[in-house]
């Protein structure tokens, strides 16, 4: 009996990530051993192949569920509701989490005084690609080919539930007899999903474990140390933001205990931190989100997908906090009218953000051309975004889940009253 809590999956995935920290520093310190390299490929192809069969269950995943959520709701009016809530729900607290990361990178400064970028000669060595404009970036959210969408490499999840979206609010105003079989036949795939993804998520510790041991074995911890302030302000800003922000909000709106939500959804928060992917652990998150009864298949259908997609809050907090830090590197002086264009521009990139590792990387692009700064100096944080990409993709996903219970509960007491 003393050892039941083994059988808990977020115990058992939290084993598995101190396992990976440990075997990959010691695979770090002991790199020019001849049999390192091939352990190295071990573990990258387990760490990879756990990450495939996550991705592989996510389009149909959230088409068929997102599909369900639309057209099984008893109106339009009832859609419109979640729909509008869950869009107010995006971007307040989207806002909120730039603004806490917009405050600690103010009051820490990390960049000041820092010799990151001459050490780096980012300007010789480094080029990004600039992105599409955000008016292009919102008009390739309307898919051409909604099948190309779900067969792209990596898949288009914004086409994709776009398309779902408007299929299913018009299969709401077809015929009930021509709707159902259709719907059956969705309902169907729902389940058959929803056993793959129980079995895939067993495996969740061992993935963890292959992921972790990759990255620490190749990373180590000296690329850390010019960035140790970088890394902090970055950390307690994303800390701040998970443990007393979003918390705070669910209170607020909820009346409940927050903390007792987040320990219940602590298997997808770690599965999030291991993969960098709130699209990889979105099974995952839906699954946790409905144990006990906390948010209906309903809400969690039409709530998760979307915000896997679109609710990027580690992401939007991430994006203030380097673009400035490198401005600061840079000894470039960001005037509050700047940082309100950060403010602005990192909502919108992060709504456009793909659920995919180092996505906010790229789409960063955006924000430091909006405040006149180089684009390759992105080189100099390149080296520990992976490692921020996992707690800002942890903070993805419990904004995503405190948004559905927050809407769950607003739902249930528009019903009771």
């Not at 960035?227 to 909820?254: D, R």
Request: hydrophobic share 55%; proline share 4%.
């Amino acid at each position: 009996m003393k050892t039941a809590w083994l059988k808990e999956l977020h115990w058992q995935i939290g084993i598995g990530l101190l396992l990976g920290i440990v075997s990959g520093l010691y695979l770090h310190a002991h790199v020019m051993n001849p049999i390192v390299a091939p352990l190295l490929q071990f573990f990258e192809f387990g760490g990879e192949f756990f990450i495939r069969l996550l991705k592989m269950v996510v389009v149909p995943l959230v088409a068929s569920s997102l599909f369900i959520g639309i057209a099984g709701v008893n109106s339009s009016k009832e859609l419109g509701t979640i729909g509008i809530q869950t869009a107010v729900y995006f971007i307040f607290s989207s806002l909120i989490a730039i603004l806490v990361g917009l405050i600690f990178v103010n009051l820490i400064q990390p960049g000041v005084g820092s010799t990151l970028a001459e050490s780096l000669n980012y300007n010789d060595n480094f080029a990004v690609k600039k992105p599409e404009s955000l008016l292009k970036s919102f008009l390739t959210m309307v898919p051409e080919n909604p099948i190309g969408s779900m067969a792209a490499v990596p898949f288009d999840m914004l086409g994709l539930i776009f398309f779902v979206v408007i299929f299913g609010i018009f299969a709401m105003k077809v015929e009930a007899s021509v709707r159902k079989p259709i719907f059956d036949f969705v309902f169907a795939i729902s389940e058959i999903m929803t056993k793959m993804v129980g079995a895939i998520i067993k495996l969740a510790p061992i993935g963890v474990f292959f992921l972790v041991t990759k990255l620490v074995s190749t990373v180590g911890v000296d690329v850390f140390i010019p960035l140790l302030w970088y890394l902090l302000t970055v950390s307690l800003a994303l800390l701040a933001h998970m443990f007393l922000v979003l918390p705070g909000i669910i209170f607020i709106f909820t009346k409940q205990n927050p903390y007792k939500y987040l320990k219940q959804m602590s298997p997808a928060l770690l599965t999030a931190f291991s993969t960098a992917s709130s699209a990889a652990t979105l099974a995952l998150t839906m699954k946790c989100s409905q144990i006990n009864n906390r948010v209906s298949e309903k809400v969690s259908s039409l709530v998760l997908p979307l915000g896997a997609t679109i609710n990027m809050d580690g992401t939007a907090l991430y994006e203030g906090v380097a673009v400035i830090f490198i401005a600061q590197v840079l000894g470039h002086e960001v005037t509050l009218f700047q940082q309100f264009i950060v403010l602005i521009t990192a909502l919108l990139v992060s709504i456009g953000a793909a659920g995919i590792p180092h996505a906010g990387l790229v789409m960063m692009v955006i924000i430091l051309e909006a405040i006149g700064l180089p684009v390759e100096a992105t080189a100099m944080i390149w080296a520990v975004d992976r490692v921020v990409d996992m707690g800002r993709t942890a903070v993805n996903v419990w904004s995503d889940s405190a948004g559905a219970l927050i809407i769950e509960n607003s739902i249930r007491g528009n019903e009771d009253n």
